[in-house]
C-alpha cells in the first residue's frame, strides 16, 4: 500500500515536472501571463488579423482560417492556405461565432487573439481560453504596435528568424515614410476621403483603425465624424462628401467580397463630377489582391498600403518604384514571386498614369 501511495507521488510529480519541462511563462501584450507550449506545431487566431500575420511569419502552422477563401486569394495566396477549414472567428462590428468543435477537432497548440487592448477583449480571451482548454495571448491591433506583434508571434510560433525579418522591414519603412514626410510643409498636407460601401457613401475617421494608413501616410483625412466601432464605416451624406471636397479621393474596394465597386461607377456619376478630386482624377481604388491594403482585415498588409499611399500622395517626397516595392513586399510577406502581369493587375487602378 505504501510502495503504492509512493508510486502515485513519483508518476504525479514527473507529470508536473514534465508538463513544466513543455512550457513557459509568456506575458502577452495584455500584461496575462500564459503558459505556452515549447513545441509547436498549429496556431488558431480568432480573427483574420492574426491569421494574415500568422501567413507572413509561419504559414505552414496556421490551423484555419476565419473566411471563405475570396476569388483575389485563389489567385494569389498558397494552395496550402486554401485547403485550411474555415472555422469562423470574430469581425468586430460583423461577427462570426467560431466553431469550436472543429477547433478541438485541428487540435491548435494555442490561440492569437489580436485586437484593441480593453477589458472587454480580455475578458473574451481570458473566457475562450477557460472554454477551450487552449492558451489564448491577446495582442495589440494597432499599427504602430506591428513590430511588437510579429516579433511577439514569431517567438510563440518558434519563427523568431523570419519575424526579424518583417519586423526590421517594418521598422525601416516607417523611419522611412517619417522621414520623407518631414519635407512636406504642413500647408501642402493633401486631404483625403475614404469612400466605402456600393455608392462611396460610407467612410471612416483619422484615428480607426480601418483609416490608419491615411494618417501615417500623412494624408489629412476629411472625414469629422464618429468613429463605429468595431467593422467601421459610418454612413455620410453627398452633402458632407461635397462640404469636405477632398484632394484625394480613396475607394475601398470590395472585391472578392461583393459585387459593388464603386471605382467604376464615380466618374460618370454627376452627383460626384463636380468634386475636385474627380475633376483632377485622383482617384484611385485600394489594391485587394490578396488582401485589401487598406484595411479588413487591418492586418500586415497595412504595410504595403503605407508605401502605397504615402508614394501615391507624396511622390515628390517619397520617391520609390511602387511596382518593385510590391514585388518585394509579396515576396516577404506572402511567400510569392509576382510577374510584371501580375503586378500591373494589382495596382490597375491604384497608381497614377
Known amino acids: 500500500m505504501l510502495k503504492a501511495l509512493r508510486l502515485t507521488i513519483l508518476m504525479m510529480l514527473f507529470c508536473v515536472s514534465a508538463f513544466a519541462a513543455d512550457t513557459y511563462k509568456f506575458t502577452d501584450m495584455a500584461g496575462r501571463t500564459v503558459d505556452m507550449p515549447k513545441q509547436v506545431t498549429k496556431v488558431f487566431s480568432t480573427n483574420p ?15 484555419g482560417i476565419n473566411w471563405p477563401i475570396t476569388p483575389m486569394e485563389k489567385k494569389y495566396t498558397s494552395e496550402q492556405y486554401q485547403k485550411l477549414p474555415n472555422l469562423g472567428g470574430n469581425f468586430g462590428g460583423k461577427k462570426i461565432t467560431m466553431n469550436y468543435e472543429e477547433i478541438l477537432k485541428v487540435k491548435p497548440d494555442f490561440i492569437i487573439h489580436i485586437s484593441d487592448i480593453n477589458p472587454m477583449n480580455i475578458d473574451t480571451a481570458n473566457k475562450l481560453q477557460a472554454q477551450l482548454n487552449i492558451p489564448v495571448i ?6 504602430v504596435k506591428t513590430a511588437e506583434v510579429i516579433s511577439a508571434i514569431g517567438r510563440v510560433s518558434g519563427s523568431e528568424k523570419k519575424a526579424k525579418v518583417l519586423a526590421d522591414y517594418y521598422s525601416k519603412t516607417m523611419k522611412d515614410v517619417k522621414a520623407a514626410l518631414a519635407k512636406v510643409p504642413a500647408d501642402k498636407k493633401v486631404t483625403v476621403y475614404y469612400a466605402e460601401g456600393a455608392k ?3 467612410t471612416d475617421p483619422s484615428g480607426s483603425n480601418h483609416a490608419e494608413v491615411i494618417d501615417i501616410a500623412g494624408g489629412k483625412n476629411v472625414a469629422s465624424i464618429q468613429e463605429t466601432p468595431g467593422f467601421g464605416r459610418t454612413p455620410v451624406s453627398m452633402e458632407q462628401v461635397m462640404g469636405w471636397n477632398s484632394d484625394f479621393i480613396i475607394v ?6 461583393s459585387t459593388d465597386r464603386f471605382y467604376t461607377t464615380i466618374f460618370s456619376d454627376p452627383l460626384w463630377a463636380g468634386l475636385k478630386a474627380v475633376k483632377a482624377k485622383n482617384v484611385y481604388e485600394t489594391p485587394f489582391a490578396p488582401f485589401n491594403w487598406m484595411d479588413r482585415p487591418p492586418s500586415v498588409n ?9 508614394n501615391l500622395l507624396y511622390p515628390r517626397q517619397y520617391k520609390v518604384d511602387i511596382k518593385a516595392k510590391t514585388k518585394e ?6 511567400n510569392m ?16 498614369k
Not at 138 to 143: A, E, Q, R, S, T
Not at 337 to 352: F, G, M, P, Y
Open 302 to 310: 497595412r504595410i504595403m498600403g503605407v508605401i502605397w499611399m504615402t
Open 329 to 334: 513586399f509579396y515576396s516577404l510577406f506572402y
Open 49 to 63: 488579423i492574426g491569421t494574415l500575420y500568422l501567413y507572413a511569419i509561419a504559414p505552414e502552422k496556421i490551423a
Open 200 to 202: 462611396g457613401l460610407e
Open 138 to 143: 491577446v495582442l495589440d491591433g494597432n499599427i
Open 337 to 352: 514571386k509576382l510577374t510584371d502581369a501580375q503586378v500591373n493587375e494589382i495596382l490597375a487602378t491604384s497608381v497614377r
Open 252 to 257: 475601398c474596394s470590395d472585391q472578392g467580397f
